[in-house]
């Protein structure tokens, strides 16, 4: 059996679930603020949800580890 976060349903639901908060705190929240503040502090937050997501699921890799190139596999 396929494990719950390996399913693809899932993270296409999550995926809808958190741009819809996306567009409802842009409508919300932000009245006051510049645009561009606002899509920052949005992007801010998306990427702490995913690095909370790649860390729960143990894909989290240090940033140096990366190498400066990669081969293109066709």
Known sequence: MVGLLAT??????LSAGF????????KIGV????????TF??????????GGI????????APGSVPRRTTIRW
């Open 19 to 26: 741009s819809a908060l996306t567009a409802i705190f842009a």
């Open 54 to 61: 790649l860390t729960g699921t143990g894909q989290w890799q």
């Open 31 to 38: 009245g006051n603020i510049n645009s561009d503040f606002a």
């Open 41 to 50: 502090i949005r992007t801010v937050v998306i990427l702490l949800v995913l």
């Open 8 to 13: 693809w349903q899932l993270w296409a639901l």
